[in-house]
């Protein structure tokens, strides 16, 4: 498996959009407690401050730490299928290159390679 990490920059700018809705959200609870509105209507900005709050240190923790949650897992058919492809038609182990081409294309330089390669011709990194 394969990861795609976010990048720290738009983290920061995430975990920094985050605190402006958690200020939103402070703001508004104070601002409708103040004016007496039904309870509901505070409440919407204590839903706001939560999920500002749980958004915000997911990104920081993304822009600051050490190893960063992965956006996207990079997974073969064998590793974990695909229960969409399973549904609509493809064939259950998920390989790309099941559909008769020979090989499929290199994870590092996108050029094409075929399955009998261990190494691709292009980049020369290790395929299998
Ligand atoms: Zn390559």
């Known amino acids: 498996m394969r990861s795609i ?11 920094i959009g985050s605190l402006a809705g958690v200020a939103f959200g402070l703001i508004w609870t104070f601002a409708a407690a103040s004016t007496g509105a039904p309870i509901f209507v505070p409440l919407f ?21 050490e190893s960063r949650y992965s956006a996207f897992d990079i997974t073969d058919g064998q590793e974990e299928p695909d229960p969409l492809n399973e549904r609509f038609g493809a064939p259950p182990d998920g390989d790309p290159t099941a559909g008769g081409t020979a090989g499929g294309y290199c994870p590092y330089c996108g050029q094409q390679i075929g399955t009998e ?9 290790r395929v299998d």
């Open 117 to 125: 390669h261990q190494f691709c011709r292009h980049c020369g990194r």
């Open 45 to 65: 900005g204590v839903v706001f401050i939560a999920l500002g709050v749980m958004q915000a240190l997911y990104h920081f923790r993304n822009a600051t730490g």
């Open 5 to 15: 990490k976010p990048g720290r920059g738009p983290s920061m700018m995430g975990g």
